[in-house]
């Protein structure tokens, strides 16, 4: 039996925040999850259901490809395949797992999940630059986690971490312009769209009414956010960039910020790598030593900034309207 669930509006800044559910906080936390899992297990069927017919792997072929990408005979096809249930797999379990809980359950649009439908441009390159400023901090953090010793889960850790790190290796070893849009689609655009939609436009905000606390709300939907990707030792700097996202969301009340900043993110990552893979840059900027004290210094009063002038203005300008 549906819980009936007032029509509550967590305020922020004097925005409305989040979608009007009418399930309870925490039943509602419970069916976002089993909706979502359900979504992931069918889109990665039907990925593999589609691999099989139009690449002819079966799902043995692909879990070897998965534990050894670099062994594969043909590598321009096992690149295609593994992009291809990646972004099959994470469009229907994110986006229209996402859509599906709030047509089928809430009985809403998923454009709900925007309280303030006004947009405003200026926003749009703060966060370009916000993102491009983050990455010296993000870097350090990411050499800091990896030296974190896990206990008696370090070892499977690791070895998870290295299979990872192996695998985005291999993707990153772009051949052709094809398959450069299909990894650009695949790691920007779907995960940018679908995750915020179901860690910020969902989960934070029923978590944000489970505990009545905004922060915990953004900073629990991280760790969660962060967690679910399974690399440890990426935890701490995902779980960063997953709250800055989340704040974003809960001082705009718009869910295309952080959609963008989530893009840029990875776009930006994606470009660097395929750039330093291909030899196009020499300097890889996913190491510390490339990132002197000063520009680290520089990185965090840079973001500190931008963060205050987001939230100020965006506030004044919503003052403003209403």
Do not use: C
């Not at 935890?235 to 893009?263: D, E, K, Q, T, V």
């Not at 196009?280 to 210094?297: A, G, H, M, Q, R």
């Amino acid at each position: 039996m549906l819980i009936m669930h007032q029509n509550i509006q967590i305020m922020s800044n004097n925005l409305s925040f989040g979608f009007s559910s009418r399930l309870s906080p925490f039943f509602g936390l419970v069916v976002v999850i089993f909706v979502i899992f359900g979504s992931l297990i069918v889109g990665q069927s039907l990925a593999y259901v589609l691999i099989d017919y139009f690449f002819g792997l079966d799902i043995k072929a692909m879990s070897a490809i998965f534990d050894a990408p670099f062994a594969s005979q043909n590598q321009r096809i096992a690149r295609n395949s593994v992009l291809f249930a990646q972004g099959i797999g994470m469009f229907v379990g994110f986006i229209l797992g996402g859509i599906a809980y709030m047509r089928l359950v809430e009985g809403l649009s998923i454009f709900e999940v925007n309280q303030n439908k006004k947009l405003f441009p200026i926003f749009f390159l703060l966060i370009f630059v916000l993102m491009f400023f983050l990455t010296p901090l993000v870097t350090y953090l990411v050499e800091f986690n990896q030296g974190l010793y896990l206990g008696s889960f370090d070892a499977f850790a690791r070895k998870s971490e290295l299979k990872a790190q192996q695998l985005t290796e291999f993707l990153v070893g772009i051949e052709n312009n094809t398959q450069l849009f299909l990894a650009f689609f695949v790691v920007a655009v779907i995960p940018a769209v679908g995750e915020e939609i179901v860690f910020r436009g969902l989960i934070q905000v029923h978590l944000t009414r489970i505990t009545s606390n905004a922060h915990v709300g953004v900073w629990v939907g991280a760790a969660i956010f962060s967690a679910i990707h399974f690399q440890f030792f990426g935890f701490l700097p995902r779980m960063l960039l997953g709250a800055l996202l989340g704040y974003l969301y809960l001082w705009s009340g718009n869910l295309w910020y952080p959609i963008f900043g989530h893009f840029v993110n990875n776009a930006m990552a994606l470009f660097v790598m395929v750039a330093y893979k291909q030899k196009l840059i020499s300097t890889n900027l996913e190491k510390t030593d490339n990132f002197p004290l000063p520009v680290l210094l520089l990185s965090v009063i840079v973001v500190g900034v931008i963060l205050y002038f987001f939230k100020k203005k965006l506030a004044d300008k919503h003052s403003n309207i209403n």
